[in-house]
Nanobody, 114 residues
Framework: QVQLVESGGGLVQAGGSLRLSCAASGNINTIIAIAWYRQPPGKQRELVATITRGGSTTYVDSVKGRFTISRDNFADTVYLQMNSLKPEDTAVYYC????????WGQGTQVTIPS
């Protein structure tokens, strides 16, 4: 079974950018759809963006126009480019199959100080 590992988080000032990576342990084309989720401190995990094997994407309203999800099938990696970051984007970010099957990685922390 292909496993997904997140990386790329960090601390960035408001208005800045980060690119998160989700690396697959095998052929990413075996996964029909992949999603980025996030869990802000003290809140429930929420869906942020999805991308299908064919490249179709969806976004939660709060990140539309600021975040871009993409996938590199040759590198077996999905990315989340995050621009114009806001303090409310502070969260642990996770990638997983979509819909999630109950398995979560360790995530990567994104912190935007207010």
């Amino acid at each position: 079974q292909v496993q997904l590992v997140e990386s790329g988080g960090g601390l960035v000032q408001a208005g800045g950018s980060l690119r998160l990576s989700c690396a697959a342990s095998g052929n990413i084309n075996t996964i029909i759809a992949i999603a980025w989720y996030r869990q802000p401190p003290g809140k429930q995990r929420e869906l942020v963006a999805t991308i299908t094997r064919g490249g179709s994407t969806t976004y939660v309203d709060s990140v539309k126009g600021r975040f871009t999800i993409s996938r590199d099938n040759f590198a077996d990696t999905v990315y989340l480019q995050m621009n114009s970051l806001k303090p409310e984007d502070t969260a642990v970010y996770y990638c997983s199959k979509y819909p999630n099957e109950g398995f979560w990685g360790q995530g990567t922390q994104v912190t935007i100080p207010s």
